[in-house]
């Protein structure tokens, strides 16, 4: 037998842009950890690593489903009774023009899938900077190149509507709003959405509106609907059961289209020819969409209350830390402090990795303006923790930069 050499399988190019800091950075630290230390992991939005646990009413849905043998495949779309607990929250969200609502594998797939329905080379989508870094990992998977409007930190984060018209082109097809934000914790007000919406109907975009933190509002304000403020204009409301309803792993998301019926229906149906082409989203986890959309929703007000004090703890160190600043968040689990270093916001980060052994994730793996260091953290640990993450982080900016 003779020797071959060993000729490398190349990835494919487009795999270049494909960043998701937020996990990238779990190898690094996954290396600490071989060395023998604990990592306080603040960098996954992962509510049941902490004091949070899935409603019991829903796995005893799913526990009932999957001894009934609903182990099969399920319809594309999702389950009859899924669909139908959907368009009931759609109701109560406010959306009147419903077309059409399917459930996916996460809310991963449903970005994904509907961003593949909607884009041909050549053509662009308008995401927000900072991102959830998942929308630029599609679009670099798709070939589309980036085009980011920015958030605006001295206005709370919203979103800079004057970036927006610049940004947008003859090639822009959509827009993204995620709202409640991450990573910045901002909500959007009605006269934003009205804006953001009068634009996108200037200009023919379909609006992805990624509202999956609807539930988790920390002030007395609430998440008003994309979908409800502009009914005409064609809109994807994704939904799901990770964060509203503490259940990551069961992989549990959904998309509303709503908008004016004939605008919608070609780009439609090809979301539902993407949805049969990969057979259906995860069966009996299917069936605990219904009962934690019209269950109890007791859990709601206690996991509020446990972020808001969180939250407080964590604006309160950040805005009396020497070189840290922070916009309160208004929403969802999430704070992104603003650093005042003389080097990138990713060496710090790793830096407070190898020696406090606290795992935040870089600004730069979400976007910012050109000279702003920022770092995102989430705050979902309790209190104690918290403040002995808190500490190290103040110990290492102390120690590195006095
Ligand atoms: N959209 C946003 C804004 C998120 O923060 C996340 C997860 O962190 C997702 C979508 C993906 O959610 P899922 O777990 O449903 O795939």
């Excluded at 509507?161 to 709202?179: E, F, H, Q, S």
């Excluded at 730069?364 to 770092?375: I, L, W």
Aim: charged share 25%.
């Amino acid at each position: 037998m003779s020797i071959t050499q060993t000729r490398e399988i190349a990835a494919a190019a487009k795999l270049e842009q494909v960043r998701y800091a937020i996990r990238d950075l779990a190898c690094f630290a996954d290396e600490v950890t071989r060395q023998g230390h604990k990592i306080l992991p603040l960098n996954i939005g992962d509510p049941n690593v902490f004091d949070f646990e899935t409603p019991r009413h829903m796995i005893e849905a799913v526990y009932k489903a999957m001894r009934e043998n609903k182990n099969g495949y399920a319809p594309s779309s999702g389950i009859k009774e899924a669909l139908d607990a959907i368009r009931g929250e759609a109701a109560r969200k406010g959306i009147t023009t419903v077309r059409d609502v399917f459930v996916t594998t996460g809310v991963s797939e449903t970005v994904d899938l509907c961003l593949t329905a909607l884009l041909n080379p050549g053509e662009d989508l308008l995401t927000p900077s900072p991102d959830y870094p998942l929308y630029s990992a599609v679009l670099a998977k798709l070939g589309v190149p980036l085009n980011t409007y920015d958030l605006n930190e001295e206005d709370g984060w919203q979103p800079d509507l004057a970036d927006i018209k610049r940004k947008i082109t003859p090639r822009t097809r959509g827009i993204v709003l995620i709202n409640p934000n991450n990573p910045t914790g901002a909500v959007c007000s009605r006269a934003m959405l009205e804006a953001i919406a009068e634009l996108a109907r200037e200009h023919n975009l379909v609006i992805f509106a990624d509202e999956i933190y609807d539930k988790l509002i920390l002030d007395d304000d609430r998440c008003i609907a994309m979908a409800a403020v502009a009914p005409d204009v064609p809109v994807v409301t994704f939904g799901g059961l990770s964060k509203n309803y503490l259940a990551p792993g069961w992989r549990i998301g959904w998309g509303i289209v709503s908008g004016d019926a004939a605008a919608v229906k070609p780009y439609d149906e090809g979301i539902q020819k993407l949805l049969r082409a990969r057979l259906c989203a995860n069966h009996p986890e299917q069936y605990a969409i219904k009962a934690a959309l019209e269950g109890p929703q007791d859990h709601l007000p206690v996991v509020c209350q446990k972020l808001r004090s969180r939250r407080d703890l964590t604006v309160k160190w950040a805005n009396s830390t020497p070189r840290v600043s922070c916009v309160p968040p208004r929403g969802a689990f999430y704070a992104y402090p603003r650093i005042d270093i003389p080097e990138g916001d990713d060496v710090f980060v790793r830096e407070l990795i190898l020696q406090k052994h606290v795992m935040v994730v870089h600004g730069s793996g979400f976007g910012q303006k050109p000279g702003t260091k920022h770092f995102r953290i989430v705050f979902l640990p309790d209190e104690k923790t918290l403040e002995k993450a808190y500490a190290s982080i103040a110990a290492l900016l102390r120690e590195r930069y006095q």
